[in-house]
Nanobody, 127 residues
């Protein structure tokens, strides 16, 4: 059974940092695109960041560029999202996702393209 489990969320103040982790199990995710999405109350789920199978390609939403960094540890089947200089508008439930299609470096931003999802972890940033 494929599982993605997020951890690392919490309540922080504006300007603080958090590091989210996503542990994948059930199969080898080394060839998959891994991504982070987020969903705030009353809003659609939105793409935050993605990383290609070898870590060479990354893609970020404009709203987080320069503040968030995505990384992956292939042997450990784990993806990370380092979030710095957090803002209240970053408050949301953050989801890890995996795209199993061979994209050859292409990282898609539509949630419908992703095949596996974690349960989400809450990030709350107070002003």
């Amino acid at each position: 059974q494929v599982q993605l489990v997020e951890s690392g969320g919490g309540l922080v103040q504006a300007g603080d940092s958090l590091r989210l982790s996503c542990a994948a199990s059930g199969r080898t995710f080394s060839s998959y695109v891994m991504a982070w999405f987020r969903q705030a109350p009353g809003k659609e789920r939105e793409f935050v960041a993605g990383i290609g199978w070898n870590g060479e390609y990354t893609r970020y939403a404009d709203s987080v560029k320069g503040r968030f960094t995505i990384a992956r540890d292939k042997p450990e089947n784990t993806a990370f999202l380092q979030m710095d200089t957090l803002k209240p508008e970053d408050t949301a439930v953050y989801y890890c996702a995996a795209d199993q299609a061979l994209r050859f470096g292409l990282i898609l931003t539509a949630a419908a393209e992703y095949d596996y999802w974690g349960q989400g972890t809450q990030v709350t940033v107070s002003s």
